[in-house]
């Protein structure tokens, strides 16, 4: 069975404080409903919530192509800057680094899209650390997604172990 015949889902966080990054990632095939969620969030853009395709550098967006959806507000330059710029940074080496690793088989890359809804604090004011986070955090989601983690067996012998998170 190919892991990529249905929709995956998952989520990671990375470090501590306002720094963190934490991430909810989708991946479908296209034509799927989760292609349809990234063209409707694309046309309907609001003030402080721009989603737009995440690239490696202008022209160079990666593969398979990922929808950067924050969860946060954008309400200052700096967050701005430190969002659509770090931590699109460290999710689109997240997601290549995740091809390069298998996870996401290179001859699936044409075929499939991502949403990465990311929570990058208002208040983050170290752009290489969220890049890092970012970075860890959307690997960690990707691999997760794929292996379809945890499973409900761990969830289910943890199931006193709930923590809020912050």
């Given amino acids: 069975m190919n892991v990529f015949e249905n929709n995956l889902y998952a989520e990671a966080k990375s470090g501590e404080g306002v720094n963190a990054a934490h991430i909810n990632l989708v991946i479908g095939r296209k034509g799927s409903s989760v292609e349809q969620a990234v063209l409707s969030s694309l046309s309907a853009p609001r003030a402080g919530y721009i989603p737009f395709f995440i690239v490696k550098r202008p022209n160079f967006p990666v593969k398979p192509f990922t929808l950067f959806v924050n969860k946060a507000e954008i309400r200052n330059e700096q967050h701005g800057i430190i969002s659509w710029g770090s931590g699109q940074a460290g999710i689109a080496q997240g997601i290549l680094h995740a091809v390069k690793a298998g996870f996401i088989p290179k001859y699936e890359v ?6 990465a809804s990311i929570w ?7 752009g290489q650390l969220v890049y890092e986070h970012c970075f860890h955090a959307t690997l960690s989601a990707v691999e997760r997604a794929v292996t379809q983690m945890p499973d409900i067996e761990e969830l289910l ?5 709930a923590t809020q998170t912050e």
């Fill in 120 to 126: 990058i604090h208002p208040d983050a004011s170290d």
């Fill in 110 to 115: 044409e075929n499939l899209v991502i949403i």
């Fill in 157 to 161: 012998q943890n199931l006193e172990q």
